[in-house]
């Protein structure tokens, strides 16, 4: 997992959004249990943020130098399919 949590260093903040309680959140929740340790251990620089809020779809927001900034949704999507599309988004630069 260390490999796959090496951020990019063009990634300037990783930030979460989604919803404490609901449902649809559940796989979000669950994936920065186990995982939000091991991201921070390995890029203590990064600002890892999470972002709850009632009833919101759960997205990842990727920002980049010079402003730049992607979002993947992740409604819908069960725990490891989530940690690979955050894998990509991290280690991707724009």
């Known amino acids: 997992m260390a ?16 919803c404490q309680t609901s449902e649809h959140s559940a796989a979000t929740r669950n994936f920065l249990t186990k995982s ?3 991201m921070k ?10 972002r709850e ?20 949704p992740l409604k819908g999507l069960d725990d490891k399919t989530i940690e690979s599309r ?3 988004l991290v280690k991707t630069p724009i």
């Open 86 to 88: 955050v894998t990509q």
């Open 53 to 72: 809020a009632s009833n919101v779809e759960p997205k990842v927001y990727a920002r980049y130098e010079f402003g730049k900034e992607k979002m993947i």
């Open 3 to 18: 490999s796959k949590y090496g951020f990019a260093s063009q990634l300037k903040e990783l930030r979460f959004l989604f």
């Open 41 to 50: 251990k390995h890029n203590p620089h990064t600002p890892i943020m999470l």
């Open 36 to 38: 939000y340790p091991t």
